[in-house]
């Protein structure tokens, strides 16, 4: 049988157990609170003010190129401004360039490359020489013709070698690989450099 002062004693020890489970279970409830606040803060002022992807904001930089496509006669080439991204590495500058041409004229020129033409990849090597590799479409669904395959590796050429100081000469390849020619007219074994000849004299147009 317990006596008053162990009942007493035991009704302390009990009192302090609860006082701790509560204080215990308060800083639980309080801390993930706080959590939860931090969380909505941190998230409302993401939201607000989005981090800055400095890599982003330079790619996304523009600058104005001469694009090159043939003149309503076919005969020529004629410039027209263009923005496309600015790059730092002369591969890169050159891949911007030649989706500009693939994208077609946006002034009334007309389109030196068929379209569904798709641009693989790329590469400078003897550290002047782009090789710019097609797939197999530009085979394919190029309308062959002397002329059609002039304008076609002229537009290609002035336009990269006009507006990229670094590279001199381009070779057109088709699925990584030397193709003879086009369409059986012009040699594309070669590297080819710009012919400031088959420019048309005249104001550029705008895109």
Do not use: C, W
């Amino acid at each position: 049988m317990t006596t008053k002062r162990q009942r007493r004693a035991e009704n302390i020890r009990e009192k302090k157990i609860k006082k701790s489970t509560r204080i215990l279970y308060f800083s639980v409830i309080l801390g993930g609170a706080f959590i939860l606040l931090v969380l909505f803060f941190v998230t409302l002022f993401n939201l607000i003010f989005p981090p800055v992807d400095m890599d982003a904001m330079k790619k996304k930089e523009k600058h104005i190129v001469k694009i090159y496509f043939s003149d309503p006669q076919e005969r020529f080439l004629a410039p027209e401004k263009r923005y496309v991204i600015k790059e730092n590495d002369a591969a890169e500058q050159a891949k911007e360039i030649v989706k500009a041409i693939l994208d077609g004229s946006k002034a009334g020129l007309v389109d030196t490359f068929p379209a569904g033409v798709v641009l693989r990849d790329v590469k400078v090597i003897d550290t002047d020489t782009a090789l710019i590799n097609f797939s197999k479409n530009l085979i394919k669904l190029h309308p062959g013709s002397s002329t059609a395959e002039m304008v076609s590796i002229y537009s290609l050429t002035n336009s990269i070698t006009q507006n990229i100081p670094a590279i001199k000469k381009v070779k057109i390849l088709v699925e990584g690989k030397e193709i003879s020619s086009i369409k059986g007219h012009i040699s594309t074994q070669k590297s080819f450099s710009s012919d400031l000849e088959l420019l048309v004299a005249g104001k550029e147009k705008n895109s």
